[in-house]
Every structure is written in C-alpha cells, then in structure tokens.
C-alpha cells in the first residue's frame, strides 16, 4: 500500500538537494551532512518500515536534535526524494552482458528485483513524479542503452524500460510480503503449507474444483508453499521478454537492408 509520494517537495530545494549544489555546514551537527541524514534515514525505513520515518526518528538515530537536521533537509518530502536516487544508485551496471538486449533487459530486470527485496519500503512510494536526481537519471541512462541501436523508436525505447521496470514493481510485491510474513509469524512458507495442506485436502472437493485441486496440487507439492514468488518473477520476465522480441523482430522487419539491433 502506498503511503508516500516522491516529488512532494520544494521543486528548487529538491534539486538543489538532489544534485548537491548547496549543502549547509551546521557547527551544531558537527560533522553532520546530507549523506549522514539520508543514510540513517534509510537504515530507520528498513528496520521500521517507510510510516516510522520522520525527522525526528531521523534525528534520533544521528543523536542530534531535530531542528538540526533542517539546517541541511528542508522537510520529509525533500528527504524521500534524496533516499529514493540514493538507492536508485545502488543497481549493478556491468558494462558488457552476454544474451544480447534481452540479456541486457533481463539483467536489469533482475538488479530492480533484488531492490526491492533490500528495500522493501520502495513499495511504499508512489513515483509517478520521480526525484529528478542523478542517480536516477543514470540509471534510465544505463536501461535506455539496453535497447539502443535495436531498431526502436525513442517513444519505444522509453516504453521498453517503463514495461520492464512496472512488471518488476508487481511482481516483486510477493516477495516481499513473504519475507515479511515470515519474519512476522516465525513460520517459513514452507511451514505454513504443512500446517495447513492435511486440513485443506479435507475439505477440498475436486469434483466441484477439479482444475483447482489438479492444479493447485500440483503447484503446492512443487513450491512446497501457496507460491514461489522468484520462479513466478522469472516466468513472467521470460514472457515479458518474449513480447519485447516481437516488438523487435517486427521493428528489424521494417528497417532498411543492412540495418541491424545489437
């Protein structure tokens, strides 16, 4: 469930926070900055989850006083900004990917899940209207170079990268929620299935439900759980590719003789 919005902040404070183009020296933070703010900032909503977050449990964690942080973050939206582009700089970006621009797209595909995974609270933020920081917009640099030189229009290029890094969103919510339950309740999914698959074979009537108790067996024996949310992220990237390939083999269709995608 979202819970915050990005870009919520001062548009000129944001930028300039952003990209750093200013950054207040406190006498009373001592050594104190915008990279110490925004660290522990991220280290309370991955322990504490994204509603923990305020400036004062910020300023907490640093041991200095509220108003202090102020004197370098002008208020929480500039911060959720500055904490998103930081993680966004987190994604590995090898330089050479074998497989291609479906390798390229897969790899990309991959780094934003396991994002997410260390980042659970990325789920939390609503970003339509992402932080325009450099992190970010090195990251979009880096997935649009994915699909470069395939025989896609700009518009395309861009609808690319949106599909691929959307689906992730999705498809990353799963598993994320079954990290959480687990650390929640103390029970694996694995556990939590044989609690409860004697008691549902019981009541589960296959000749009300064949395609439910057929599949469903079979599913729950392989996954030993309701799902397996990482073998369901990699077949639907599979598919997800799959579609893009269309989109490429007809765009290669098109192109003028001798013009070919990497």
Request: no cysteine; proline share 6%; net charge neutral.
């Amino acid at each position: 469930m979202t819970t915050e919005y990005s870009g919520t902040g001062d548009p000129a404070r944001s930028l300039a926070l952003l990209w750093r183009t200013r950054e207040k020296v406190s006498r009373k933070g001592g050594d104190l900055s915008v990279e110490r703010i925004v660290r522990a900032a991220i280290e309370v909503a991955d322990a504490e989850g994204l509603p923990a977050l305020s400036m004062r449990r910020v300023a907490e964690r640093l041991g200095v006083g509220t108003m202090t942080l102020y004197t370098h973050v002008p208020g929480k939206g500039e911060l959720l900004d500055v904490m998103l582009d930081t993680v966004y700089g987190e994604t590995a970006r090898p330089e050479q990917v074998p497989g291609g621009w479906r390798g390229r797209l897969a790899q990309i595909a991959r780094e934003n899940f396991a994002l997410y995974l260390r980042h659970p609270w990325l789920l939390q933020v609503a970003t339509t209207r992402p932080p325009l920081g450099p992190n970010l917009i090195a990251k979009y640099e880096y997935e649009l170079r994915a699909v470069d030189g395939v025989g896609l229009t700009d518009l395309e290029m861009d609808a690319v990268i949106t599909l691929v890094t959307g689906y992730v969103h999705g498809a990353a919510r799963p598993a994320v929620e079954a990290a959480q339950a687990t650390r929640h309740t103390g029970m694996t999914e694995q556990q939590w299935w044989h609690a409860h698959a004697p008691y549902l074979e019981k009541v589960l009537d296959p000749n009300r439900f064949p395609l439910a108790a057929r599949v469903g067996t079979t599913a729950g024996q392989e996954y030993q759980g309701a799902g397996d949310p990482a073998r369901a992220f990699e077949f639907g990237l599979a598919r997800l590719l799959d579609g893009v390939e269309v989109l490429v083999r007809d765009r290669a269709g098109a192109a003028p003789a001798g013009v070919t995608g990497g």
